[in-house]
């Protein structure tokens, strides 16, 4: 079994209170969930409302798979007009 987790530190630029960055992280994490069946998390700067750090885990027997469905996934968030994929990382266990 291989666990593929990526943390990924976003901006979100013309956020002006915490209950817009809750509207943007929500919907982001909701289409991750669907779009590539993974778990998706808000895991650090729940209190600044420019900033956002998720992370996303996923499961499986091969680790080129699991690799490719977290590149395919970052790829998504780049292309996310809301925010900027400021870093990610990638971790397998």
Not at 17 to 24: A, C, D, G, I, T
Not at 42 to 71: F, I, K, M, P
Not at 77 to 89: A, K, P
Request: hydrophobic share 45%.
């Amino acid at each position: 079994m291989i666990v593929g987790v990526c943390r990924m530190e976003l901006y979100l630029a013309d956020r002006h209170s915490l209950k817009e960055k809750r509207q943007v992280v929500k919907g982001l994490k909701d289409r991750l969930r669907r779009g590539f069946n993974v778990s998706v998390a808000e895991v650090d700067a729940h209190e600044l409302w420019q900033s956002a750090v998720l992370a996303a885990a996923c499961v499986g027997t091969d680790r080129a798979y699991v690799n490719g469905v977290l590149d395919q996934l970052l790829r998504a968030v780049e292309r996310e007009h809301d925010l900027e994929l400021v870093r990610s990382e990638l971790e397998f266990v």
